[in-house]
């Protein structure tokens, strides 16, 4: 709930407990004076003819209209003095039977409500009054349904918005299916407790923890709802008519025209941890240039979005299974495919070979570090050994990332996800400090002493990872979950789930280490460059140097930086490059630490012969 809310509903407390004191009878505190001045002018001219005769004498004296008592100070300011949305359940019951018949195609098809577009889920459970009956359902869906074929977007975004307030008021005592035209609603009052709730529906038939034959649209709602008895729960499945504007605006084709509305009345879902699954079936076919991606239609933006909804799509299935953590209007967008199926499986086949042959590289380059004291003398090898621990870590908890997705533990997916932010953000900052390193020997040179230099080091490299992550658990405690790897959210890992705070702290951040170490690297070639040895042949000097620059290439990570150029055209082929690369980075450092150990070797080696010629 947004805090301008919270903020409304105290004012409007505070009002009532004032008007309440002030009163020197026992009677409604919206009195005669209290009511909207302009209100007489605003109501139907016929009304007082058409509506009940015998409510007159019924009615609360103060009520007039059964209005909120502070509804003058609570309504939107842009309302220019319409009621609230959720007043139509407020009027007499056999009014809508009586007005004028022609005033209902005649009024703005926008103007049921006046609701504003963003206050889905901000509205006030306790504003709402009188629950409608079915037989309203039914006529305003018949309404819905010609505003849909014959007005605009516009048009029908209100009345839908409308339609599902209105759907959450009707008074249900069992699950009641409504089938009109294009639209098909389901009622269901659910019992206490709440055991969770599928549903089944075609265009003409829907049934609550029933199944029905070739249903076009299922749906699992968690026990996590724990709706009650006054809790009824809307499900409306919308088949666009067919038209030539895009439905709601959508930048590309809304999959057979169909939208899912799930809604519960009085509660506002969203951030659940047990998700909700809608699976439709899929009966038109897709070419291979598309693929499908699960989005919901955001009705304050008024967009589709993606936030918080996971596609679950395997090769050959023949439905399509959206998983969203709140509740809104679902649909299926067909959008341009980036890689097909078959580079996608290519590719993660690449991944994990080459993350798991890195993986034993380096335990292996570790341990050789631990039983090889001469190594572990030597401050750069203490270096290379910290980026190797990070790598380690880094496979460890990314291997394993997709198989802990597909299960339900949260727990444990945000345990694997944080980790595995961690361990990449500490590889960041180890190749990071592998170029300042290499800086201080080959650049300055001479002055280079920094006390406790390996603990500073140390601190930057582990600590600043710790704080990133830190900082990122205190601004969202569920920053870590379910996380999707690629635009249709085919691909699903435990990882950052929030795309401003993923791309922050991961891509800014490796983006500052690129520039730095590409810098370095530049410097570093032209040093390795002006080192001439005469004795020296071409042939030798050129591959002496071709393995240093490939070296610290590796070292510094500079491989990572084929991720800015995996778009367009070079999509496909910079991945490729990217995972084999990077996959294999840990395998490559194994290689380099192999080179270094026989230079420690033959390096001590020669010390030893010189030594015993002296002495000889």
Known sequence: MKWWFLWWL??????????????????????????????????????????????????????????????????????????????????????????????????????????????????????????????????????????????????????????????????????????????????????????????????????????????????????????????????????????????????????????????????NISGLQERVNITMTLTTGINETQELLCAYYDFSAKKYCTDGCLTTLEPGQSNITCSCNHLTYFGVLMVPANLSLEDQEILTYITQIGCSLSLIALVIALFLFMINRNVRADVSMKIHINLVIALILLNIHFLPSKIVAELSSTGLCFYVGLCTHYSLLATFSWMALEGFHIYLLLVRVFNIYVKRYLLKLAVVGWGIPAVIVSLVIIIDNRAYGHASLDSSNSTVICYIIDGTIKIATTVGVFALVFIFNVTLLGVTIRRVLSFRHTNESNSARAKRDICTIMGLTTLLGITWGLVFFSFGSLNAPGLYLFCILNSLQGFFIFLWFLMSLRKNRDSATNTGRETRSTNS
């Not at 003058?72 to 004028?100: A, F, I, L, M, T």
């Not at 306790?126 to 819905?144: L, N, P």
């Not at 008074?171 to 299916?177: D, I, L």
Request: overall charge negative; charged content about 30%; aromatic content about 4%.
């Open 10 to 267: 105290l004012l409007s407390l505070v009002f009532h407990n004032i008007t309440c004191g002030s009163s020197q009878e026992n009677k409604n505190p919206c009195s005669q004076e209290n009511k909207n001045p302009g209100s007489q002018g605003n109501e139907d001219p016929g009304s007082q003819e058409n509506k009940n005769p015998g409510s007159k004498g019924n009615e609360d004296p103060g009520s007039r209209g059964n209005e909120d008592p502070g509804s003058r100070g609570n309504e939107d300011p842009c309302s220019r003095g319409n009621e609230d949305p959720g007043s139509r359940g407020n009027e007499d019951p056999g009014s809508r039977g009586n007005e004028d018949p022609g005033s209902r195609g005649n009024e703005d098809p926008g103007s049921r409500g006046n609701k504003d577009p963003g206050s889905r889920g901000n509205k006030d459970p306790g504003s709402r009054g009188k629950k409608s009956s079915k037989k309203d359902a039914r006529s305003f869906m018949e309404d819905v349904n010609s505003i849909m074929k014959n007005g605009t977007g516009h048009d029908s975004i209100e009345a839908i918005q409308s339609l599902e307030q209105l759907l959450e008021e009707t008074e249900v005592n069992e699950t009641v299916s409504m089938p009109v035209g294009n639209l098909m609603a389901l009622l269901h009052k659910p019992k206490y407790p709440f055991e969770g709730l599928e549903i089944h529906a075609t265009e003409t038939e829907a049934r609550s923890n029933q199944f029905v034959p070739n249903s076009k649209v299922s749906v699992r709602l968690p026990r996590e709802l724990d709706a009650g008895s006054d809790n009824t729960i809307v499900f409306c499945m919308i088949t666009w008519p067919q038209t030539n504007e895009t439905i709601f605006g959508a930048p590309d084709v809304l999959y057979e025209n169909r939208l899912v509305g799930l809604s519960v009345r009085h509660k």
